[in-house]
């Protein structure tokens, strides 16, 4: 079974400072999508960046880049330029690429992010 | 505690049928959650109940989905008439509040809803 890490609960950074979130997932598929979903206070999920398994190269949107190692099944988020309203909560989530009747995203606990004026 | 449970696991009806989807939050958590998933639009927060009570169903997409949380330990997704297009895996998932460092949520296997 696939299992998503997140080790930091929570975390503090000034704006304007770069920070970078962990997470570790656990697979034994070699096709699989990873994200990276914001949930800010109205708790609607928002798609942060998407990184698909069999892509070296890493994913970037704006501010926000991941630095996936594959081998070391490690997928941090790397916020740059932080500002007041990356402050939310922030799930790592992990889906194979063929998905089957038994199979569904699985997420971390989350990090809560707070950007400090 | 065995986390969020949801039943079905697997829902495969048929276009017009009426679908009920179940969730029991972990014992204690007074914040409830109902989110569905789909490729094209990732996940979307359909309703969230405060102590029993829904605050926020803007993410109900029409009247055909409804949400009751008739006791602290239950709340019910249901689809009527249920359409092809509602086919996706719904969460339910749960937490103590909203706004402290212990906040997180904890979510539900999922179900995955099939609409033929």
């Known amino acids: 079974a696939q299992t998503v890490t997140q080790s930091q609960p929570e975390m503090s950074v000034q704006e304007a400072e770069t920070v970078t979130l962990s997470c570790t997932y656990d697979?034994?598929?070699?096709?699989?999508?990873l994200f990276w979903y914001k949930q800010p206070p109205s708790r609607q999920m928002i798609l942060v960046i998407r990184?698909?398994?069999?892509?070296?190269q890493n994913a970037t949107e704006n501010r926000f880049s991941v630095n996936f190692q594959k081998a070391a099944k490690s997928f941090s988020l790397k916020i740059s330029d932080s500002q007041l309203g990356d402050t939310a909560m922030y799930f790592c989530?992990?889906?194979?690429?063929?998905?089957?009747?038994?199979?569904?995203?699985?997420f971390g606990k989350g990090t809560r992010l707070h950007i400090l004026p | 505690d065995a986390g969020v449970i949801q039943s079905p696991r697997h829902e495969v009806t048929e276009m017009g049928q009426e679908v009920t989807l179940r969730c029991k939050p972990i014992s204690g958590h007074d914040y409830l959650f109902w989110y569905r998933q789909t490729m094209m639009r990732g996940l979307e927060l359909l309703i969230y109940?405060?102590?029993?009570?829904?605050?926020?169903d803007s993410g109900m997409p029409e009247d055909r989905f409804s949400a009751k949380m008739p006791n602290a330990s239950f709340s019910t997704l249901k689809i009527q008439p249920s359409e092809p297009r509602d086919s996706a895996v719904y969460f339910c998932?749960?937490?103590?509040?909203?706004?402290?460092?212990?906040?997180?949520?904890?979510f539900g296997p999922g179900t995955r809803l099939t609409v033929l």
């Open positions: 697979t034994s598929e070699s096709n699989y999508y």
């Open positions: 998932a749960s937490s103590f509040g909203l706004a402290s460092s212990t906040d997180t949520q904890y």
């Open positions: 109940f405060n102590n029993n009570v829904p605050i926020d």
């Open positions: 990184q698909e398994a069999y892509k070296q």
């Open positions: 989530a992990f889906m194979k690429r063929e998905m089957n009747r038994d199979d569904k995203i699985i």
